[in-house]
């Protein structure tokens, strides 16, 4: 069983960065696909950006990409998501995912891929 905690949302201005943290507990995140989602109010879930077991290279999405990288800290068995040039409609409640699994790209994109969930952390962008 696989325990994970999101935390580091806040309230940011736009432009700024923010750094999100998703500790693990019961498994090592390096052998763990790992990715975070969001959720906005009126809004589904959607996929934000992850991580293929076992690599380094963060797939994310036309929102995302150049602006959110996700990265592993084995020591700390902690998966990050950094954000930058944060815009309004990054908005939402942030949550973190795992699956034991080996998921192609496209499958880390459906939330039924990942069996583990955080229980999300709060990202409002304000000025």
């Known amino acids: 069983q696989v325990h994970l905690v999101d935390s580091g949302g806040r309230w940011v201005q736009p432009g700024d960065s923010l750094r999100l943290s998703c500790a693990a507990s019961g498994r090592t995140v390096s052998t763990l696909a790992m990715a975070w989602f969001r959720q906005a109010p009126g809004k589904e879930r959607e996929y934000v950006a992850g991580l293929k077991r076992g690599s380094g290279t963060t797939y994310g999405t036309d929102s995302s990409r150049g602006r959110f990288t996700v990265s592993r800290d084995n020591g700390k068995n902690t998966v990050y998501l950094q954000m930058n040039n944060l815009k309004p409609e990054d908005t939402a409640l942030y949550y973190c995912?795992?699956?034991?699994?080996?998921?192609?790209?496209?499958?880390?994109?459906?939330?039924?891929?990942?069996?583990?969930w955080g229980q999300g952390t709060q990202v409002t962008v304000s000025s």
């Open positions: 995912a795992a699956t034991a699994g080996s998921p192609i790209v496209s499958s880390l994109r459906d939330a039924s891929t990942f069996e583990y």
